[in-house]
């Protein structure tokens, strides 16, 4: 089993571009998160889902947009990339409970210049 | 509002020495408290958890932590560091009610010496 898997693994945008980063999951978890860590910040909830076709804001949702058409996969989508959004983006899923334990992918490191 | 404290930024010890990384929290009930892992370039890995019952804890790689009601603390053990505990780690408080959410402390980098 892969796990939690991030796609892409590194990236660099100019300032004003769009990408998606995609988290995929074959763990069968209902609730899925995208957090970014800045240094001395710790981890910062974008956004998340408790099903597939649902999403919520988590703390920090402006700029971002996402979509979890389906159950294994959640997407991320920048849709004009500010340097505030420089960051490492890390994905996590969490079996239906909830129950609290989250699982984490390996990471997207993001620089936008 | 329900909060993480780690007071400690970055702590050194030596190899074979042993560790406390403090984490304090702000919650109005019983939390459900988690340590977790980071060694560097990697994802956040479960160390240990708290939801109720006895109030000390053991995790994995020789890891243990306890609750204490009194002080609103969660604070993470271990008797004797090896170098490859050198890492960060993160204190996270879970919300009861709430749908799975954690909120995170700013996390402790631990740096060990030969």
């Known amino acids: 089993n892969a796990g939690v898997t991030q796609t892409p693994k590194f990236r660099v945008l100019k300032t004003g571009q769009s990408m998606t980063l995609l988290c995929a999951q074959d763990m069968n978890h209902e609730y899925m998160y995208w957090y970014r860590q800045d240094p001395g910040m710790g981890l910062r909830l974008i956004h998340y889902s408790v099903g597939e076709g649902t999403t919520a804001k988590g703390e920090v949702p402006d700029g971002y947009n996402v979509s979890r058409l389906k159950k294994q996969n959640f997407l991320l989508g920048l849709e004009s990339a500010a340097p505030s959004q420089t960051s490492v983006y890390f994905c996590?899923?969490?079996?239906?409970?909830?129950?609290?334990?989250?699982?984490f992918g390996p990471g997207t490191r993001l620089t936008v210049t | 509002a329900q909060s993480v404290t780690q007071p400690d930024i970055h702590i050194t010890v030596s190899e074979g020495a042993s560790l406390e990384l403090r984490c304090n929290y702000s919650?109005?009930?019983?939390?459900?408290l988690f340590w977790y892992v980071q060694s560097p370039g990697q994802g956040l890995q479960l160390l240990l958890k708290y939801f109720s019952g006895d109030t000390l804890v053991q995790g994995i790689k020789g890891f243990e932590a306890e609750f204490k009601r009194s002080q609103s603390s969660f604070n993470l053990r271990k008797p004797s560091v090896h170098w490859s505990d050198a890492a960060e780690y993160f204190c996270a408080v879970g919300a009861r009610g709430s749908q799975g959410n954690l909120i995170f402390g700013k996390g402790t980098k631990l740096s060990v010496k030969p």
């Open positions: 996590a899923t969490q079996p239906r409970g909830p129950t609290y334990e989250q699982y």
């Open positions: 919650y109005g009930a019983t939390p459900y």
